[in-house]
């Protein structure tokens, strides 16, 4: 089916001049769901993915799913302060200040091969930080996937790994 069609615009969320892409119909459609989830894995299959990353809060939603499809475990990526032990951060500029995400710090090690999960892909400075934060901790990151592509914003140039996106705006 074509996933665009349960991909929902919404103006002005959650400020004036941003369209939200709602993403949430496509959730509550089981063959969507199904579709979405086996989209985002196929092309990561036999590559050796040890652990799926996948970015707060949306990213939570596919790659336990994600991780699931490729026999490979799931580490959580969250905004500062949340995680309960030793925790590495990486701090990202945006239009206006600065965001940070942070790992567990024994949640990827050096000979681990992740793949990277979010919901979209806008201007790429969160999937950005997740890379260098995975990369840190000595594991290699071996691409990056997301449902949605905002190709306009062009954060795909932001990654020096292989990006797929199921659906491209
Ligand atoms: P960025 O760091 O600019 O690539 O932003 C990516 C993060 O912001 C992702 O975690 C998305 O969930 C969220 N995001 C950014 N822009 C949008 C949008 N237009 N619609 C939905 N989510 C967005």
């Given at each position: 089916m074509d996933l665009s069609t349960l991909i929902r615009d919404v103006p002005d969320?959650?400020?004036?001049?941003i369209v939200f892409k709602d993403i949430t119909p496509a959730l509550r459609d089981p063959s969507a769901l199904a579709q979405a989830i086996a989209e985002l894995s196929a092309p990561w299959s036999?590559?050796?993915?040890?652990a799926v990353v996948g970015i707060e809060a949306r990213g939570f939603i596919f790659a336990p799913a994600v991780a699931l499809e490729l026999g490979a475990g799931f580490v959580p990526a969250r905004?500062?302060?949340?995680?309960?032990w030793t925790a590495v951060r990486q701090a990202y500029g945006l239009e206006y200040g600065t965001d940070a995400i942070e790992m567990h710090i024994d949640a990827v090690r050096p000979g681990d091969r992740i793949l990277m999960i979010d919901d979209v892909l806008a201007t790429g400075g969160t999937a950005n930080a997740a890379v260098t934060l995975i990369r840190r901790q000595g594991?290699?990151?071996v691409g990056c996937g997301f449902l949605?592509?905002?190709?306009?914003?062009?954060?795909?140039?932001?990654?020096?790994v292989p990006v797929q996106a199921v659906l491209k705006y």
């Open positions: 969320f959650p400020k004036p001049g036999g590559r050796g993915i040890t905004k500062p302060g949340k995680l309960p594991a290699t990151v949605v592509e905002l190709g306009f914003l062009n954060g795909r140039q932001k990654l020096d």
